[in-house]
């Protein structure tokens, strides 16, 4: 989960479930930042739980600031600490609340909502998104997995991170069904699919919407 876990990592207990393995996080990083928009300096994580996606882009050194945004308090108090541990905290700006709140995205709520982020964000910002599946049970749905039955389905995430910008990527179950993503590419352009693997295995897959080069590099 963490290569650095030994060295006093905190976590939640949903935290693994949800945690993006270390070498997936990296090789995300690795391959949002060789193909990103030459415009887009800025990393949004808008589901840090405890810091797993946010402190590898950090470690990557490729962005002028990353951003990340976690509703549990339990779990951004790990971010926060973790990303201490990996000595990121001070490339990491913390915000505490629903990202959808603290965006706009749900209107504009006072005290709430962060005017200033989701200006830069639509300006030079790369929004990653790691939404909750639904818990270890999303591995039961079967051979296709819909992605309407997250907590947060594909259309409500889509439609409102593409107001801020159309450089987005989201990381979702490996057995995504490809229809619905296929309903969220724009006009001529295209989307990215990457499956990320340990041990051989797919575990994961990230969706690449915007302008992106070639994401592996091939």
């Known amino acids: 989960m963490f290569s650095l876990y030994d060295e006093g990592i905190w976590t939640t207990d949903d935290s693994w479930f949800e945690v993006t393995h ?21 990393m949004l994580d808008c589901f840090a739980g405890v810091g797993g996606n946010a402190i590898a882009f ?18 951004l108090a790990c971010a926060r600490h973790n990303a201490s ?3 990121v905290l ?20 006072p005290g709430v909502t ?43 995430m889509y439609s409102r991170f593409a ?4 450089s987005i990527v989201l990381f ?16 001529n352009s295209k989307a990215q699919i990457v499956h990320y693997c340990t041990h051989e295995k797919s575990k994961a897959l990230c969706v690449y919407f915007g302008e992106w080069q070639d994401v592996t590099g091939r």
């Open 90 to 109: 001070d490339k990491i700006t913390f915000f505490h609340g629903d990202c959808f709140d603290i965006l706009g995205l749900n209107g504009v709520k």
């Open 172 to 187: 979702l179950p490996r057995t995504s069904d490809l229809n619905q993503i296929a309903k969220y590419v724009e006009g």
């Open 58 to 75: 950090a470690l990557s050194g490729a962005f002028r600031r990353v951003y990340a945004i976690e509703k549990n308090e339990a779990a």
């Open 114 to 156: 962060v005017d200033v982020l989701s200006k830069v964000i639509s300006q030079a910002g790369i929004i990653f998104a790691s939404p909750p599946w639904g818990g270890p049970g999303y591995k039961n749905a079967g051979d296709v997995f819909d992605l309407d039955l997250m907590p947060y389905s594909l259309e409500y």
């Open 85 to 87: 541990i990996y000595g």
């Open 22 to 42: 270390e070498s997936i996080a990296r090789t995300i990083a690795d391959h949002v930042a060789a193909a990103r928009p030459s415009n887009k300096p800025i």
């Open 163 to 166: 107001q801020i910008t159309k």
